[in-house]
């Protein structure tokens, strides 16, 4: 991976940290590494745990949809993350997947889809 697309990620993901505190979810960990891949960002929304995939984008050509980024794979290998993530939990809490999605150019846009997939 690239300085940039390092630095890309990054900056989408502190976004997407403040934008989920600022709905009042409290952001529990980020960048949780596991076997199967990496959490972005683990939340807690009420009595629920949010698995959050951030997708960062410098530039997206207008009317380009970056969710279709988290593919039916990425999907599953997220949900892997998860289930090794959730091995902690004496008792599993309610889960949701969300992603968010963060688009510099040509025009800044911020878009949360609570709930996007489910396993």
């Given at each position: 991976?690239?300085?940039a697309?390092k630095?890309?990620g990054?900056?989408?993901e502190?976004?997407?940290?403040q934008h989920?505190?600022?709905?009042g979810?409290t952001v ?5 590494r596991?076997t199967y891949g990496?959490?972005d960002?683990v939340a807690?929304d009420?009595?629920t745990l ?11 050509a ?9 593919h039916?794979s ?8 998860a289930?090794?993530y959730?091995?902690?939990f004496?008792r599993?809490?309610l ?6 999605t963060v688009?510099?150019?040509p025009?800044?846009r ?10």
């Open positions: 991976m690239t300085l697309r630095a890309t990054a900056w989408g502190d976004l997407a940290a989920l505190q600022s709905r979810m529990l960990e980020r960048n949780v596991s990496e959490l960002i807690q009420g009595t949010v698995f959050v995939d951030v997708k960062a984008f410098e530039q997206l207008l009317g380009a949809d970056p969710s279709e980024n988290v039916r990425k999907q599953r290998r997220i949900g892997r993350c289930l090794q959730l091995i902690r004496k599993v809490p889960c949701r997947f969300d992603v968010v688009v510099r150019a025009q800044f911020l878009e949360h889809h609570v709930g996007a997939f489910t396993l």
